[in-house]
């Protein structure tokens, strides 16, 4: 069977839409699957380094996998339990199935196009080849042979589909060969299946380091050995995607961690939600596996180009320096080189004045790392307190506060167990940390702590001193090299109390329900947010709005956007994932523009600015919370206001680059398609680069000690 594709259709210009009206409101799940189109966009452009374009096409193949995980589960759960609650913008969860489909068969048409006619020419001419066993020459195939006898064959297992053998469990996101053989003696046809093994890597390399043959393609070249004296009759590749969507509500500790832990094992045996099949599968092996996972031939999805694209990060691990962009190696921020150096304590450099820190420009390890570490060290430190949401799987962090309780400080660190897809690692870390001795906690009931706080207590002669850090992104070493995250640290009195109560927020029992500076969800962030989208709309037109985020799609904050635009408020959105919100309609959202920056690193900030710069009482946030309905009502997420005029004018310079980025953004239209800028005179990212070269070149030459 062979899925049409679609052709992307020209979607209307969209007329005057009503405050009330459903088309107010663009589908959340569309808009998200126009995200993974620009990274197509990305992945076909030529102007990126190969193995960069090789990059995108990755993460466009991951993030494809975790939306049918989570996304399309969870709506062919509504359809199951015969829900008929529509979406924001009127859709039922059937009607939305039916567009995902059709948007889907036309993302992975156009990907399998970008691979087979852009990316693997465009790598031959550059001497790197994607092979399939057809074309090796005798040398090749014998290499291939060996590679296969002592690394592959030992770790496969056949497992045969009889009356004695039932259908075998698929696990998701596997790649596996279905094989149909015939037993000479019996003269019956039996099917079979071979799991590739995922703990190999997706593509063999050939001798010469330029050639890739499909891990697939040198199994399916030996399945006589795995079925011996039988007659092959065919093989095919597919694989399955399962329900990965789950909701948790936690009561004690013990009993959340035993509830995440039930849950990873549920989800290898969720419903089966994808078929991914190569083309020219028989119909009646189709039509097989369909029983056997139990879903439907709307759920079948083919492709031309090898299954499982994610597996081209292993392409991109190739040290071709001429295929890929220029290195760029963080810079130490100035003001922290000589704590870096050991010349002064970070403690105090931070007693002087705030640093605003923005990774990866600035060093995360020299800034973040660094506070924790010192901390650690420090015999006048009473206390560290800190919430993990990510981290990195050989964490500096982790070291360093299990060092910090191994030595007698009082260490609470707040574990977020239920981020998707890291529950398994977050929950080594809470083993281990306690048991060095840290006090663990797995957070509120019934809500996800997505908040990113480090709190260090010390014992000074002026009596105790809190020093902080409060970011937009996790505390994850390996992230932080990729993704663009802004952050303070300081020894801000208030920041210090604020988080104080935040801690014994999460840590023990507590109603507090406002702070000095802080701004928390669930209880305060939507109303906070909507008084100063209020506050503005007082000054009209004189008024000015600028947020930064990944993600909108509360219909109450597109509806406060649309509100506060309609008094002549300038609104500027730079929204790296889903948006919702319509800009530009007449009478609804004229005053507002919508933009998505993406690049060589993941746009990961949130930054909320209220008022025009010249006024004195602009307002400055950051902290954890996306503009959506799980991070302002279902998570405990952290939010501050920015009052020191260095960090201001730092996030002042961070969105006018991105609001003057023609490079590598895309504008959003009132019809709802984005369509990518062309000017390529400015590019943010490139530019906030230099500046950070800049800063610490002028730093150390007004203080006569070099460069680092």
């Not at 066993?133 to 060996?146: A, K, N």
């Not at 053989?181 to 099917?191: A, L």
């Not at 870390?429 to 906690?441: K, M, Q, S, T, Y």
């Not at 988080?499 to 939507?526: D, I």
Request: net charge negative; charged share 25%; with cysteine.
């Amino acid at each position: 069977m062979s899925p049409t594709v679609p052709k992307k259709a020209a979607r209307p210009t969209i007329p005057t839409i009503g405050a009330g009206e459903p088309d107010r409101i663009i589908n959340r799940e569309l808009s998200q699957l126009d995200f993974l189109d620009r990274l197509l966009d990305l992945a076909e452009d030529r102007r990126q380094g190969l193995l960069e374009r090789a990059k995108f096409l990755a993460i466009f193949s991951s993030n494809l996998d975790d939306f049918f995980q989570t996304r399309v589960a969870g709506l062919k759960d509504q359809v199951a339990a015969g829900l008929r609650t529509r979406s924001p913008d009127g859709r039922s969860p059937a009607e939305q199935l039916d567009a995902i489909r059709e948007r889907s068969l036309g993302l992975v048409g156009r990907s399998t196009t970008i691979f087979h006619d852009g990316l693997v020419p465009d790598l031959a001419k550059a001497g790197v080849r994607f092979s399939d066993w057809q074309s090796l020459d005798d040398d090749d195939r014998s290499f291939l042979v060996g590679v296969f006898h002592d690394r592959i064959f030992p770790v496969l297992t056949p497992l045969a589909v009889d009356p004695a053998h039932p259908f075998p469990y698929i696990s998701s996101l596997s790649l596996n060969l279905g094989v149909v053989v015939t037993d000479p003696v019996r003269q019956e046809e039996r099917f079979a299946r071979v799991k590739v093994p995922p703990l190999l890597p997706r593509f063999v390399v050939m001798p010469d380091g330029e050639r890739f043959v499909p891990l697939e393609q040198v199994i399916a070249a030996h399945l006589d050995m795995l079925f011996p004296e039988m007659v092959l009759e065919r093989h095919v590749t597919f694989r399955v995607t399962r329900n990965a969507d789950a909701e948790l509500t936690n009561g004690g500790a013990e009993d959340l961690l035993a509830a995440v832990e039930m849950e990873l094992r549920r989800r290898r045996f969720g419903e089966a939600v994808r078929l991914e099949v190569e083309s020219g599968i028989p119909a009646d092996t189709v039509e097989m596996l369909l029983q056997e996972l139990a879903i439907g031939p709307e759920d079948v999805y083919e492709s031309d180009a090898p299954l499982a694209l994610g597996g081209l990060w292993a392409l991109y691990s190739l040290e071709r320096s001429d295929l890929h962009d220029e290195p760029w190696t963080p810079v130490v921020p100035p003001r922290l080189a000589p704590a870096r150096e050991g010349h002064a304590s970070i403690f105090a450099v931070l007693a002087e004045k705030e640093i605003f820190v923005q990774h990866p420009y600035d060093s995360f390890s020299a800034s973040v790392e660094e506070l924790i570490a010192q901390a650690a060290h420090d015999p006048a430190t009473l206390a560290i307190k800190q919430t993990l949401y990510r981290t990195s799987g050989d964490s500096p962090i982790v070291a360093s506060l299990i060092e910090a309780a191994e030595s007698g400080k009082q260490v609470a660190v707040l574990v977020e167990l239920k981020a998707r897809f890291d529950e398994q690692a977050n929950i080594g870390w809470a083993r281990a940390l306690e048991e060095a001795g840290v006090h663990v906690v797995y957070g509120l009931v019934g809500l996800k702590t997505h908040a990113k706080a480090a709190l260090v207590v010390r014992s000074e002669d002026e009596g105790i001193r809190r020093y902080c850090h409060v970011g937009t992104g996790n505390y994850n070493s390996e992230t932080a090299r990729n993704y663009e995250d802004v952050g303070i640290l300081t020894a801000d009195a208030d920041v210090g109390a604020d988080l104080t109560e935040v801690f014994n927020l999460l840590t023990g029992y507590s109603r507090r329900s406002s702070y000095r500076k802080a701004v928390l969800a669930p209880v305060q962030l939507r109303r906070t947010i909507v008084e100063l989208l209020e506050e503005q709309a007082r000054l009209g037109p004189e008024g000015r709005v600028v947020i930064k985020a990944n993600g909108l799609d509360d219909p109450q904050m597109v509806d406060a956007l649309y509100a506060t635009a309609r008094t002549g408020v300038p609104i500027d959105l730079i929204i790296r994932g889903i948006c919702c919100l319509r800009p530009g309609v007449p009478g609804l959202s004229d005053t507002i523009r919508v933009r998505s920056l993406l690049g060589r690193f993941l746009e990961h900030s949130r930054i909320l600015s209220f008022g025009r710069p010249e006024h004195e009482n602009q307002k400055i946030y950051i902290g954890s919370a996306d503009l959506r309905g799980r991070n302002l009502d279902r998570r405990v997420e952290l939010m501050v206001p920015l009052v020191d005029p260095g960090s201001r004018e730092r996030v002042r310079e961070i969105l006018e680059l991105c609001l003057a980025d023609d490079t590598s953004s895309w504008e959003l239209s009132p019809a709802g398609d984005w369509k990518r800028l062309d000017g390529r005179k400015v590019s943010a990212q490139d530019r906030l680069a230099e500046l950070a070269t800049e800063r610490n070149r002028s730093f150390h030459s007004a203080e006569g000690i070099g460069s680092l």
